[in-house]
């Protein structure tokens, strides 16, 4: 929950005083430069931005800029009084002012299946749409988002208040197994073995990467189930807590769907001051699944959508 006092004198300063009390712009150690942090989704930027970007960072901060954890730029060493002009500055460079307070900040991915072989979603284009309904929303706490490709976890979204890893189910279809063991060698969980000439594989220890699906040359192995599973209330920093596991839905509209009502939910219920995986049982966690899997049939645990791969 917001603290009534708090959020409209907040909302006030940021009125009177505009892009200086925006969550991108940081007061440095030396309190008479601000530290200016771009809002960047996934980490993506054209040439020509980077360009403007260069250019204004040689105009209004020392020449040099800095690349954060978070995907976005920050240009240091800037003038408080050019802030307003370094501000339209950024936004004319379609890099607009970042945040970093309790707000919903930039929105981390890796390149997912636009470059990545081993990736089973669209990762940037969800990263930018998530972005575009979120992106800057005062919460009470602060929401990261990070998004993984796939179980590798590049992002380490599970460190994040929401992660988001895009998985693959693989079934065993019929057809004559070799027993040629390339799928054992690519399962890097040892999640699959080649017993009496045939592939068996062990759920238990599968993590739904989808690397075996695309080993078999024979295509016995196949997508049975592409998903993206969701978790919250994960942090890194001093406490580093892994976040929950909430469900699994099935395509885009739905994941856009549950991010914006844990965005919700968290908006409504959270205390300020305390972070989020502090509060998850307070915030009735387990009631919060109940609620979403009504409201999105297709759902499914993230613990039930382990596979069975059947031995020929
Ligand atoms: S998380 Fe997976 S898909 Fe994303 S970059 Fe890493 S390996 Fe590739
Ligand atoms: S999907 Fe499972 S069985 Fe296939 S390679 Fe990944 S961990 Fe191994
Ligand atoms: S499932 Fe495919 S890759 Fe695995 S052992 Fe059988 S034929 Fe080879």
Redesign the pocket.
Known sequence: MLNNQILPKYRVMQHQFGIHMKGGVITERNADFSTVRIRAPAGVLSAEQLRGVAAIAKRYGSGVVHCTTRQTIEIPHVDPKRLKNLGKALEKNGTPVGSEQDEVVNIIS???NER?K???ID?VTLAKKIDAKLFGKVMPVKMRIAI????????SPMLNEIGII?RIRPVRTEGLCTGCGMCVYYCKEKAIRVRNGISELDDEKCVQCGVCVRSCSFNLLKELHTHYLVTVGGRRGRHPKIGRELLTVDNEEQILFVIDKIIDWVYRRAWSGRLLSEQLDELHFEKFREDIMKQVPEAGLAKSHTLTLTSI
């Open positions: 890796c390149p997912g990545c081993f990736a089973n990762t993984s490709g796939c179980p590798n976890a590049c992002t895009g």
